[in-house]
């Protein structure tokens, strides 16, 4: 079955530096990508979706990258801020219909 | 407006026991969904209804079971509750292929 890794389970950065999150999966490459971010507490908030045809998706200081060779997901936050800590999750639709497999996240603490 | 909610948001309760959380949806969607969070932050999914069709059984035990009064309701019901039952319930709904909106939770204690 689908395993989906990512690779630190948490991530310090200072303030203003660029965070770089990886999602790898070991399987056949899904159709889509989605990356989401949780706040302790709360459920899983949608940030971004990338498609096995697509490359590179951006929106305004986010940026994730989809490599099916490498069978792996980058997740970037440039110019992070303290607003950004959070746990952020990846998660796989192998069929098209939206079944969600989730990552065990990233939790990710921007210093001040 | 709250796009997806949940109750009750905490649930205490002894082991075999019957328990029922609600959800429902404002956002027009087709399907609706139950996920499990367990104490490791580990998200998995139970179920998903389409249409008022149970599209998507992992292997969760049959004292789970889901149920659709109509396209904006998804509750989940848990017969005979174990130790083990206690984790964070999270619904969601989506379009179909589209991104998914998730709930606030309902953290489930089992005593």
Redesign the interface.
């Known amino acids: 079955s689908q395993k989906i890794e990512q690779n630190s389970e948490a991530l310090n950065i200072q303030e203003g530096k660029t965070a770089t999150l990886t999602c790898n999966y070991t399987n056949y490459s899904p159709a889509y990508l989605?990356w989401y971010r949780q706040d302790p507490?709360?459920?899983?908030?949608?940030l971004l979706?990338i498609r096995e045809n697509e490359k590179e998706k951006r929106k305004e200081r986010l940026k994730v990258t989809f490599d099916t060779t490498l069978k792996q997901s980058l997740f970037h936050i440039t110019a992070s801020q303290p607003a950004d800590s959070a746990?952020y999750?990846c998660a796989l639709?192998q069929t098209?219909?939206?079944?969600?497999?989730?990552g065990?996240?990233t939790r990710l603490t921007v210093i001040p | 407006d709250t796009a997806v909610s949940q109750t009750p948001k905490y649930l205490v309760t002894q082991m075999g026991n019957d328990k029922s959380i609600k959800c429902e949806q404002n956002l027009g969607h087709d399907t609706m969904y139950w996920y499990k969070q367990d104490s490791k932050k580990f998200l998995k999914i139970m179920f998903s209804y389409n249409n008022k069709e149970l599209i998507i059984n992992e292997t969760v035990p049959n004292r789970f079971s889901p149920k659709s009064p109509d396209k904006a309701h998804l509750n989940l019901h848990i017969n005979s509750l174990e130790l083990g039952d206690s984790a964070v319930y999270f619904c969601a709904s989506s379009r179909q292929e589209d991104t998914q909106y998730f709930g606030p939770g309902t953290r489930l204690t089992v005593l």
């Open positions: 989605q507490g709360r459920g899983p908030v949608f979706l746990t999750l639709d098209g219909a939206n079944n969600l497999f989730f065990t996240g």
